[in-house]
């Protein structure tokens, strides 16, 4: 040790100015200039100090000086093998050092050991025993990569040979999705060693997966209602897939960019989507026409009932009052038939008279037949009353007709409802007289 500190000091003023013509035995005075030591000249006594450590030169760049010139004498076995095993443990030790490595955030990497899997290491600083023993693989598990089907970059770029695809009704359809996936964090050795080209695996995965799904399915399935349908069952399927070949790699989304007829038909496919869509107004306007009508139909079919358990519920009643009615009259003509046919008689003819403008009246005491002009009589009490009615206007809306005098010589007499007097309020004295005779 003490051997190396005298011939690699730093401290050594003599390095790069020469020997001075000195034995080496003790260190050169400090020379008189100040500047900077040669280049040339410190590499010179490197060279020179390290043959002489090894036995193989001599001091001052001359000869070697062996003891009986003065010099000192050459490195013994001893420290030729000191110097040896320095140089071989520096070389070991920059060796091991470089089996230190640095694993950036959201990488891991893979070691082997002699070209077999050994274990995973973390991100961070991190040692493995140095090559060719031990090496290792960085992995991004962070990296979310893209895979593009049925187009490159934009719709526009198709791939027809990707996107054509057979439906379950035996129809072609153009579809354009798009893989997103990573590795797994524990999914590294498996990424790197269970296949060959993993993403190309992903592609094939996909390719495989779409046209599956979408062989189950119908064209407007697959066109309409069904899209999202159709990417969450290609992601299930694609991950079973990649699970099952151990290929450590997640599929993150699957997402269906455009879904269309080919180029060839598309004009025909658009025809039908037309006339599709001239369907489905006019169910719909049928189906409001339907909703408009059917409970305007539905509110008058409840009234119609209504009406008739109204009308039922009266004529009901009427028929129970009636039948009530002729129940008392037949109790009353059981006790007395006489006055109540009399009654009954008296009321019948009361009736008539009232629908009647002429009376005949028979009597057995006479042989003269009595006649009461009923109608002109009637005629007379209405003429009256009319020309009251147009006494109580405005002069100023008085008719012609109204204004002329109208004969006022009628007898008092009462009307009914029905505007007719009534035989028994005018002609008294005559009923009585009819019913003395009967």
Do not use: C
């Not at 524990?186 to 695996?201: E, I, Q, V």
């Not at 046919?341 to 009232?354: A, G, S």
């Amino acid at each position: 040790m003490r051997l190396l500190t005298r011939i690699f000091n730093l401290n050594d003023p003599g390095w790069g100015r020469g020997s001075g013509g000195q034995n080496g035995s003790e260190p050169p005075k400090r020379p008189k200039q100040d500047g900077p030591p040669d280049l040339d000249q410190v590499w010179s006594d490197f060279n020179r100090k390290l043959s002489n450590l090894f036995g193989k030169g001599g001091a001052g760049g001359g000869r070697p000086r062996g003891p009986s010139d003065g010099g000192p004498s050459g490195p013994t076995p001893r420290q030729a093998k000191a110097g040896f095993g320095i140089v071989v443990a520096g070389g070991i030790l920059l060796w091991l050092g470089s089996g230190f490595f640095i694993v950036q955030e959201g990488q891991v990497a893979v070691i082997t050991q002699f070209g077999a899997y050994k274990s995973t290491a973390q991100p961070g600083f991190q040692w493995r025993m140095p090559y060719p023993i031990q090496a290792q693989e960085i992995v991004d598990v962070s990296q979310l990569r893209t895979y593009e089907s049925g187009f490159r970059g934009n719709a526009r770029n198709k791939v027809p040979s990707e996107g054509l695809m057979l439906t379950e009704d035996e129809n072609i359809v153009d579809v354009q999705f798009v893989v997103q996936y990573r590795v797994q964090p524990n999914g590294a050795p498996d990424y790197l060693f269970k296949t060959r080209d993993p993403d190309d695996s992903v592609h094939q995965t996909a390719q495989s997966s779409m046209r599956e799904i979408v062989g189950r399915r119908t064209m407007d399935f697959v066109l309409y209602e069904g899209r999202t349908q159709v990417a969450s069952s290609v992601q299930n399927l694609m991950q079973q897939i990649l699970d099952r070949y151990q290929t450590g790699i997640l599929i993150s989304s699957v997402a269906i960019q455009n879904v269309q007829p080919p180029e060839q038909v598309q004009a025909a496919f658009d025809d039908a989507v037309k006339a599709g869509q001239d369907r489905e107004r006019q169910i719909n306007e049928g189906e409001a026409y339907k909703n408009q009508v059917v409970p305007l139909a539905r509110g008058q079919a409840s009234r119609m009932l209504e009406e008739a358990e109204g009308y039922r519920a009266r004529i009901v009643g009427d028929a129970q009052g009636d039948t009530a009615r002729f129940l008392s009259v037949l109790m009353q003509y059981r006790q007395s038939p006489g006055v109540l046919r009399e009654n009954m008689y008296l009321m019948t003819m009361e009736d008539v008279f009232q629908r009647s403008s002429k009376v005949f009246i028979d009597t057995e005491q006479s042989n003269n037949m009595l006649y009461l002009p009923l109608d002109r009589i009637m005629q007379q009490a209405a003429a009256g009353a009319e020309s009251s009615r147009n006494m109580t206007q405005p002069a100023s809306t008085m008719t012609p007709a109204a204004s002329t005098p109208q004969s006022t010589t009628s007898m008092p007499a009462r009307s009914n409802s029905t505007g007719r007097p009534t035989l028994s309020e005018n002609y008294p004295n005559t009923l009585s007289r009819d019913r003395t005779a009967r």
